[in-house]
């Protein structure tokens, strides 16, 4: 079935330091959306992107979908404590009509102040 | 607050007794999800409706869970004869469907503890 993988699955960071965090998929993606969430929390939609090559921006956060639309990236400019938490990548299941997300194991991040 | 909301919060419970947990999803909502999240992984997938027509249900999903979504409003979860591996964060996710965007709104979830 399909897979969703994300690297790393840690990653500790002093404040102020850039992160990023990867997605692969083993098969290709109509899209692929990014959910946060906080520690005790739910998951938080960030983004959504559909284009093959795409890259969106919110802020501090930088999201591409690549050109064979089967990985992504989150990167994160400057971090903050606020960043805190595990991000998770998921996309629509193969044949699917979007319903359906396989999401990734994630990775949660940590800022040291 | 108008978002989705579950209830209970919390639910510890012995080996082998029923559990039933409720979903309200954002009112003007057509899909509704559920999923099971365990330490350390992301959401898994359970089951889906489209407004009261349950579309999916997970192969992973044992003849022991079964969900209803009357009316199309909200929706409840059953776990019977619950065993120790059901233990897990229980979310449940509403979107609008409109062919685009399908941006999921998860509840805060039920935490199930089996003892």
């Given amino acids: 079935g399909q897979q969703v993988m994300q690297i790393p699955q840690y990653q500790h960071v002093q404040e102020g330091e850039d992160f990023t965090t990867y997605c692969n998929s083993s098969t290709t993606l109509s899209n692929i959306q990014w959910y946060k969430q906080r520690p005790g929390g739910h998951p938080v939609f960030l983004i959504q992107l559909v284009k093959s090559g795409e890259v969106k921006k919110q802020k501090r956060l930088t999201f591409q979908f690549g050109e064979a639309k089967k990985n992504s990236s989150l990167h994160i400019t400057a971090t903050q404590t606020t960043d805190v938490g595990t991000y998770f990548c998921a996309g629509p299941t193969s044949g699917g009509s979007n319903y359906k997300l396989t999401f990734g194991k994630g990775t949660l991040l940590t800022v040291n102040p | ?115």
Avoid at chain 2, 3 to 25: A, L, M, Y
Avoid at chain 2, 42 to 67: M, V
Avoid at chain 2, 91 to 98: G, I
């Fill in chain 2, 1 to 115: 607050d108008t978002g989705v909301s579950q209830d209970p919060r919390h639910k510890i419970t012995k080996r082998g007794q029923n559990v039933t947990f409720r979903c309200d999803p954002i009112s003007e909502h057509n899909r509704l999800y559920w999923y099971r999240q365990t330490l350390g992984q992301g959401p898994e997938f359970l089951t889906y409706f489209q407004n009261e027509a349950q579309l999916e249900k997970s192969r992973l999903l044992s003849d022991r869970f079964s969900a209803e979504r009357p009316k199309g409003s909200f929706s409840t979860l059953e776990i019977q004869r619950t065993e120790q591996g059901d233990s897990a964060m229980y979310l449940c996710a509403s979107s609008l469907w409109t062919g685009g965007n399908n941006e999921q709104f998860f509840g805060p979830g039920t935490r199930l503890t089996v003892l």
